[in-house]
């Protein structure tokens, strides 16, 4: 769950981003996509962290 909520955090952050850089619609999905695919990967290491200190 926490992997998805980043994700999409992170492609409404890169969206907000590109949008401000007044880039064109590619440019926007590019950086949300390319933010979401890091905020996953951050959001993994965080569950993984997350499950290791409970059980």
Do not use: N
């Not at 952050?13 to 695919?37: E, P, V």
């Amino acid at each position: 769950m926490i992997v998805l909520a980043s994700g999409l955090i992170g492609a409404v952050l890169g969206y907000l981003t590109a949008k401000k850089r007044r880039g064109k619609g590619l440019d926007m999905a590019q950086y949300a996509a390319g933010y979401a695919i890091a905020f996953m990967i951050l959001g993994l290491f965080l569950t993984l962290i997350v499950e290791r200190l409970v059980t």
